[in-house]
Protein backbone atom coordinates (compact mmCIF):
# COMPACT_ATOMS: atom_id res chain seq x y z
CA UNK A 1 0.00 0.00 0.00
CA UNK A 2 2.48 2.65 1.00
CA UNK A 3 6.06 2.03 -0.13
CA UNK A 4 8.61 4.61 1.21
CA UNK A 5 12.53 4.75 -0.38
CA UNK A 6 15.28 6.30 0.53
CA UNK A 7 13.68 9.55 1.19
CA UNK A 8 15.48 12.32 2.95
CA UNK A 9 14.21 15.96 4.20
CA UNK A 10 16.41 18.55 5.55
CA UNK A 11 15.72 21.34 7.49
CA UNK A 12 17.25 24.91 6.77
CA UNK A 13 20.11 23.23 4.71
CA UNK A 14 20.14 20.61 7.83
CA UNK A 15 19.40 17.06 7.10
CA UNK A 16 16.48 15.25 9.67
CA UNK A 17 15.72 12.14 7.84
CA UNK A 18 18.88 10.34 6.19
CA UNK A 19 17.67 7.67 3.57
CA UNK A 20 14.27 6.00 5.06
CA UNK A 21 12.34 3.32 3.59
CA UNK A 22 9.93 1.25 4.63
CA UNK A 23 6.80 -0.24 3.59
CA UNK A 24 3.21 -0.61 5.14
CA UNK A 25 0.40 -3.13 3.71
CA UNK A 26 -3.26 -3.30 4.00
CA UNK A 27 -4.51 -3.67 6.71
CA UNK A 28 -1.59 -3.85 8.98
CA UNK A 29 -0.88 -1.43 12.37
CA UNK A 30 3.03 -0.56 11.40
CA UNK A 31 4.44 1.78 14.24
CA UNK A 32 7.34 4.03 14.21
CA UNK A 33 8.97 4.41 17.96
CA UNK A 34 11.81 6.68 18.88
CA UNK A 35 13.48 9.20 21.06
CA UNK A 36 12.26 13.16 20.75
CA UNK A 37 13.97 14.65 18.08
CA UNK A 38 14.39 11.50 16.15
CA UNK A 39 12.67 12.48 13.15
CA UNK A 40 9.22 10.47 13.40
CA UNK A 41 7.08 13.65 13.13
CA UNK A 42 8.94 14.63 10.22
CA UNK A 43 8.35 11.08 8.81
CA UNK A 44 4.59 11.68 8.83
CA UNK A 45 4.69 15.35 7.94
CA UNK A 46 6.41 14.12 4.72
CA UNK A 47 3.98 11.54 3.87
CA UNK A 48 1.17 13.72 4.15
CA UNK A 49 2.74 16.53 1.96
CA UNK A 50 2.97 19.09 4.58
CA UNK A 51 7.29 18.48 3.85
CA UNK A 52 8.74 17.81 0.87
CA UNK A 53 11.36 15.14 0.49
CA UNK A 54 15.12 16.72 -0.67
CA UNK A 55 15.05 12.96 -2.59
CA UNK A 56 13.33 9.75 -2.68
CA UNK A 57 10.46 8.19 -3.36
CA UNK A 58 6.83 7.86 -1.61
CA UNK A 59 4.40 5.24 -3.13
CA UNK A 60 0.86 5.03 -2.18
CA UNK A 61 -1.22 2.44 -3.94
CA UNK A 62 1.45 2.47 -6.63
CA UNK A 63 1.18 6.19 -7.02
CA UNK A 64 3.87 8.65 -6.77
CA UNK A 65 2.44 11.21 -4.39
CA UNK A 66 5.78 12.78 -3.12
CA UNK A 67 5.36 15.52 -4.70
CA UNK A 68 1.75 16.03 -4.64
CA UNK A 69 -0.07 18.62 -2.68
CA UNK A 70 -1.27 17.91 1.08
CA UNK A 71 -5.41 18.04 -0.24
CA UNK A 72 -3.92 15.86 -3.19
CA UNK A 73 -2.56 13.36 -0.84
CA UNK A 74 -5.59 13.31 1.05
CA UNK A 75 -8.04 13.16 -1.86
CA UNK A 76 -5.62 9.72 -2.42
CA UNK A 77 -6.94 7.83 0.79
CA UNK A 78 -4.34 9.60 3.45
CA UNK A 79 -5.34 11.22 6.85
CA UNK A 80 -3.67 12.10 9.45
CA UNK A 81 -4.87 13.01 13.14
CA UNK A 82 -1.58 15.19 14.24
CA UNK A 83 0.22 15.74 17.64
CA UNK A 84 -1.66 17.63 19.87
CA UNK A 85 -4.87 17.13 18.69
CA UNK A 86 -5.50 20.52 16.91
CA UNK A 87 -9.10 20.43 16.74
CA UNK A 88 -11.35 23.82 16.48
CA UNK A 89 -11.61 24.81 20.12
CA UNK A 90 -14.45 27.85 19.27
CA UNK A 91 -16.09 24.91 16.83
CA UNK A 92 -18.55 22.71 18.18
CA UNK A 93 -17.77 18.88 17.93
CA UNK A 94 -20.16 18.55 14.98
CA UNK A 95 -18.43 21.39 13.02
CA UNK A 96 -15.08 19.81 13.83
CA UNK A 97 -16.92 16.60 12.35
CA UNK A 98 -17.86 18.60 9.02
CA UNK A 99 -14.20 20.14 8.57
CA UNK A 100 -13.22 16.85 8.35
CA UNK A 101 -15.19 15.94 5.57
CA UNK A 102 -14.29 18.46 3.63
CA UNK A 103 -13.25 16.39 0.32
CA UNK A 104 -16.79 15.16 0.29
CA UNK A 105 -18.98 17.89 1.60
CA UNK A 106 -21.03 18.01 -1.40
CA UNK A 107 -22.55 14.77 -1.05
CA UNK A 108 -24.34 15.71 2.23
CA UNK A 109 -26.25 12.21 2.74
CA UNK A 110 -22.34 10.55 2.75
CA UNK A 111 -21.22 13.18 5.06
CA UNK A 112 -24.55 12.70 7.72
CA UNK A 113 -24.17 8.89 7.06
CA UNK A 114 -20.02 9.33 8.62
CA UNK A 115 -21.09 11.45 11.78
CA UNK A 116 -23.41 8.93 12.95
CA UNK A 117 -20.90 6.25 11.89
CA UNK A 118 -18.33 8.51 13.95
CA UNK A 119 -20.84 8.68 17.06
CA UNK A 120 -21.21 5.07 16.91
CA UNK A 121 -17.73 4.49 17.50
CA UNK A 122 -17.20 7.21 19.74
CA UNK A 123 -20.59 7.46 21.70
CA UNK A 124 -19.19 10.60 23.59
CA UNK A 125 -18.67 12.37 20.58
CA UNK A 126 -22.21 12.42 20.18
CA UNK A 127 -23.17 13.20 23.88
CA UNK A 128 -21.09 16.63 23.63
CA UNK A 129 -21.89 17.50 19.73
CA UNK A 130 -23.04 20.65 20.99
CA UNK A 131 -20.08 21.70 23.05
CA UNK A 132 -17.37 23.82 21.86
CA UNK A 133 -14.39 21.02 21.35
CA UNK A 134 -12.13 23.50 23.26
CA UNK A 135 -14.38 22.53 26.43
CA UNK A 136 -13.88 18.46 26.35
CA UNK A 137 -11.07 16.72 27.89
CA UNK A 138 -7.82 15.92 26.55
CA UNK A 139 -9.07 12.23 25.76
CA UNK A 140 -12.40 13.58 24.55
CA UNK A 141 -10.29 15.61 22.23
CA UNK A 142 -7.95 12.81 21.21
CA UNK A 143 -11.63 11.06 19.82
CA UNK A 144 -12.40 14.29 18.34
CA UNK A 145 -9.40 14.67 16.32
CA UNK A 146 -9.49 10.76 15.24
CA UNK A 147 -13.40 11.08 13.82
CA UNK A 148 -12.28 13.59 12.47
CA UNK A 149 -9.54 12.32 10.39
CA UNK A 150 -12.12 9.12 9.66
CA UNK A 151 -14.69 11.58 7.97
CA UNK A 152 -13.58 10.38 4.67
CA UNK A 153 -13.24 7.10 5.25
CA UNK A 154 -8.99 7.03 4.43
CA UNK A 155 -7.36 3.74 3.66
CA UNK A 156 -4.59 4.91 5.30
CA UNK A 157 -4.40 6.55 9.04
CA UNK A 158 -1.50 8.26 10.33
CA UNK A 159 -1.53 8.84 14.25
CA UNK A 160 1.40 11.11 15.62
CA UNK A 161 1.71 10.69 19.36
CA UNK A 162 -2.10 10.25 20.28
CA UNK A 163 -1.18 9.11 23.84
CA UNK A 164 0.47 12.22 24.47
CA UNK A 165 -1.11 14.22 27.53
CA UNK A 166 -3.73 11.79 28.34
CA UNK A 167 -4.80 10.51 31.80
CA UNK A 168 -3.92 6.78 31.78
CA UNK A 169 -7.64 5.82 31.59
CA UNK A 170 -7.63 7.71 28.50
CA UNK A 171 -4.71 5.94 26.47
CA UNK A 172 -5.97 2.59 27.26
CA UNK A 173 -8.93 3.59 25.48
CA UNK A 174 -7.33 5.07 22.58
CA UNK A 175 -5.30 2.08 21.79
CA UNK A 176 -8.55 -0.21 22.20
CA UNK A 177 -9.88 2.66 19.68
CA UNK A 178 -7.10 1.93 17.34
CA UNK A 179 -7.20 -1.75 17.35
CA UNK A 180 -11.19 -1.11 16.66
CA UNK A 181 -10.47 0.64 13.36
CA UNK A 182 -8.04 -1.82 12.41
CA UNK A 183 -10.14 -4.80 12.59
CA UNK A 184 -12.86 -2.46 10.40
CA UNK A 185 -9.87 -2.79 7.68
CA UNK A 186 -8.23 0.88 8.56
CA UNK A 187 -4.26 0.28 7.51
CA UNK A 188 -2.45 2.88 10.08
CA UNK A 189 0.56 4.20 10.73
CA UNK A 190 1.46 4.89 14.22
CA UNK A 191 3.64 6.91 15.50
CA UNK A 192 4.30 6.81 19.52
CA UNK A 193 6.02 7.54 22.81
CA UNK A 194 4.81 4.65 25.28
CA UNK A 195 6.53 2.17 22.96
CA UNK A 196 5.46 -1.21 24.91
CA UNK A 197 1.61 -0.07 24.53
CA UNK A 198 2.25 0.86 20.89
CA UNK A 199 4.28 -2.52 20.18
CA UNK A 200 1.70 -4.85 22.10
CA UNK A 201 -0.93 -3.88 18.79
CA UNK A 202 1.04 -3.53 16.17
CA UNK A 203 1.62 -5.82 13.39
CA UNK A 204 5.24 -4.37 12.33
CA UNK A 205 7.61 -1.59 14.14
CA UNK A 206 10.43 0.28 13.06
CA UNK A 207 13.15 2.21 15.30
CA UNK A 208 13.89 5.52 14.38
CA UNK A 209 17.09 7.25 15.73
CA UNK A 210 18.62 10.52 14.26
CA UNK A 211 16.92 10.29 10.97
CA UNK A 212 17.78 6.66 10.51
CA UNK A 213 15.72 3.07 10.93
CA UNK A 214 17.75 1.01 12.82
CA UNK A 215 15.94 -1.28 14.06
CA UNK A 216 12.64 -3.09 11.99
CA UNK A 217 11.16 -6.36 12.15
CA UNK A 218 7.95 -7.57 13.24
CA UNK A 219 6.00 -5.78 16.45
CA UNK A 220 7.38 -9.12 18.86
CA UNK A 221 10.70 -9.24 17.14
CA UNK A 222 11.27 -5.71 18.05
CA UNK A 223 9.91 -5.59 21.54
CA UNK A 224 11.81 -8.38 22.60
CA UNK A 225 15.10 -6.87 20.91
CA UNK A 226 17.99 -6.43 24.01
CA UNK A 227 18.49 -2.97 22.41
CA UNK A 228 14.69 -1.90 22.41
CA UNK A 229 13.52 -3.51 25.92
CA UNK A 230 16.63 -1.48 27.58
CA UNK A 231 16.48 1.61 25.63
CA UNK A 232 12.38 2.36 24.67
CA UNK A 233 10.68 -0.12 27.67
CA UNK A 234 12.64 0.42 31.17
CA UNK A 235 13.92 -3.12 31.17
CA UNK A 236 17.77 -3.28 31.61
CA UNK A 237 19.74 -6.17 31.08
CA UNK A 238 21.85 -7.54 34.07
CA UNK A 239 25.53 -9.40 33.09
CA UNK A 240 25.34 -12.50 35.77
CA UNK A 241 28.10 -12.56 38.26
Known amino acids: MLDIKEIRVSYDK??????????????????????NGAGKSTIMKTITGLVKPTSGQISFNNVDIARLS?????????????EGRQVFPQHTVYQNLILGAYLIKKNRKVVQTRIE??????????????????????????MLAIARAMMINPDLLLLDEPSAGLAPIFVKNIFQMIKHLSRQGTTILLVEQMAKMALSIADRAYVLETGRIVISGSAQEVMHDPRVEESYLGQKKHCAV
Request: glycine fraction near 12%; charge should be negative.
Open 14 to 35: IEVIKGVSFKIEKGEIVVIIGA
Open 70 to 82: AEKIVAAGITMCP
Open 117 to 142: QMYQLFPILLERKDQPAGTLSGGEQQ
